[in-house]
């Protein structure tokens, strides 16, 4: 049988070693042999640092085993979180014995095709993979309870592009407001290619359009607590899998429901990915100059600028801040790309 031990042996000689920083009793290699007993599988759940992962030797024999990482292990991917959902990766199997079942031991994680970051809240400069291998992202938030915030939106929509994942935006909880105002607000969206959503979760309306959205891809579903995401991945189902809390009447911010990120994969071929809500987005492998090149609407001001490269934001004779002037490019967005320029470093 193939196995990824090969390519790793095949690499044995340029072996680095390296300390995990968030763990540093763990000993991280990128490349070394892998123990003859290991078998791949795939994390489907994640919290703190216990894992879920599957294993499927067939369609009909699926195996789901309670992980933590071995001490020892060989991970493809520099300098990130250690393990993520959506990452394919090789683990021991328990054995039984007298004292019950104890907990697999992930050993190695393959390269991931991309996955979708944030800097880490608690410690600068390290990155804070939320799920890994994904296909889109479905930035969630909610019409009023809590409101919408567009600079946070467009900061998940920024990340979805810089790791080649399709975004759409889903806008929930339409029972409580929907008006033209609302559906006014995210024309500038739409007109910029990317899907957007007006959905109840509650009322399951509109969810034909995600279920349409999310079919046949892993989809990450992102967003601040209490605007719904679990309400969604309930309706879809239409089961109760996972757990849903009111708002807090006062603030009406949501009461972080969700603690595990879990795969959840539908019978007719979608994979949503829930999230513990998102406190705050800091933007992970982004420099300050580039920050421009995801604002598209530039795009047809920006190569008449007078200055080459021009930040748009304090130059003289720059196209796109007399575009902004003018009202030919949506304010929101233009003051949304100089919060994001101050935010980052050169
Ligand atoms: N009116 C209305 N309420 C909704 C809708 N969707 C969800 N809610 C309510 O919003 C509250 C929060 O829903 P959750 O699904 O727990 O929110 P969440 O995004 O998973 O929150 P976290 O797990 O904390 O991130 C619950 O009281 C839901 O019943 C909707 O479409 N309309
Ligand atoms: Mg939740
Ligand atoms: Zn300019």
Redesign the pocket.
Known sequence: MPRITEEFEHQAKKQSFRYDKQNQSKIVRQSGKLPDNSEEGLVVQSIGKDFLVKVSSNDEDIQLVECVTAGRIISENENSSMVAVGDKVGIIIPKKNKDGLSSGKIVSVHKRVNCFSRTTVYKQSREDILAANIDKALIFSAAVEPEYNRRFIDRLLITAELNLVEPAICI??I??LYDEDLTDDFEIYKKLGIKVFFI????EEGLEQISNFIKDSVTLLC?A???????LINGLSGKSIQK????SDKTFK?????SATRMIEFGWGGNLIDT??LREFALWGLTKNDAALYYHEFDEFSSQCRFTPCTHTHEPECVVKDAYEKGLVDAQRYESYLNIFDSLEE
């Open positions: 929930n909880k029972d409580l109840s979760a509650l009322k967003g607590s209490g605007t719904g995401k679990s309400t849903v809390t009111d708002i949501g009461k972080h429901t969700t513990p809500g």
